[in-house]
């Protein structure tokens, strides 16, 4: 039994459909998922408590907290593992 070649373009049209409705459906899913607020630990870090504050400033008042660029340098410089202002220097 041979498909003339609108059955095939039909049928693949559909396939097509089929895998886009699925995909959709997927990501649908993921998005309407309730995201678990992971509670971030506790620490005695002055650092990770400003950071934590930092990440809920605004971008207006981003610009004049001097508190945060500071923190984010610091946490860059221990991430990088560059030395600090206050190592000493022989």
Do not use: Y
């Amino acid at each position: 039994m041979r498909r003339s070649p609108d059955q095939i373009i039909r049928l693949v049209a559909i396939a097509l459909g089929g895998l886009a409705a699925l995909f959709a459906a997927v990501e649908l899913a993921n998005t309407v998922a309730p995201e678990t607020s992971s509670a971030s630990p506790v620490t005695d870090d002055p650092l990770q408590a400003e950071l934590v504050r930092c990440r809920s400033v605004t971008p207006e008042e981003l610009e004049t907290d001097t508190t945060c660029h500071a923190a984010w340098a610091e946490q860059r410089r221990r991430f990088l593992g560059l030395p600090g202002d206050n190592s000493e220097k022989e």
